[in-house]
């Protein structure tokens, strides 16, 4: 990819994202950020949430 391409690549991103209207930007980011998993979940998978579900249970 040469810089042009890169820079046009760019230009294009962040025209777009500043062309909406900033109700929707904030809407996506919220819809992002609460579709993020968890970071214990993320670090260490399913490891501590298979112990934390068993000692709940006993």
């Keep these: 990819m040469s810089v042009n391409d890169y820079l ?14 900033k109700a929707d ?5 919220l819809e992002r950020r609460e579709a993020k998993l968890p970071v214990h979940f ?3 998978g399913l490891l501590p ?3 934390k579900m068993f000692f709940r249970r006993s």
């Design 8 to 21: 046009k690549y760019m230009t294009e991103t962040f025209l777009t994202h500043f062309e909406q209207p």
């Design 25 to 29: 930007r904030v809407k996506l980011k």
């Design 42 to 44: 993320q670090l260490f």
């Design 49 to 51: 949430v298979s112990l």
